[in-house]
């Protein structure tokens, strides 16, 4: 039984590894594009406020 134990926990912690690379992976790619992103967001935002103050009577 002891070793039906280890066997699940070598297993578990060889998915949670592979979990980790995963995550890591979506971490990195997210990193290259975040500029980009948090550029194009800034500029809509910046578009919607000048619209909306100018549009205030």
Do not use: K, N
């Not at 280890?6 to 997210?30: I, K």
């Not at 594009?33 to 935002?45: A, P």
């Amino acid at each position: 039984m002891e070793t039906r134990q280890r066997t699940q926990q070598g297993s578990g912690s060889a998915e949670l590894a592979e979990r980790r690379r995963e995550a890591q992976g979506c971490l990195q790619t997210l990193s290259q594009h975040s500029y980009w992103f948090d550029l194009w967001i800034f500029l809509l935002f910046d578009l919607v406020l000048l619209a909306f103050i100018l549009l205030l009577p």
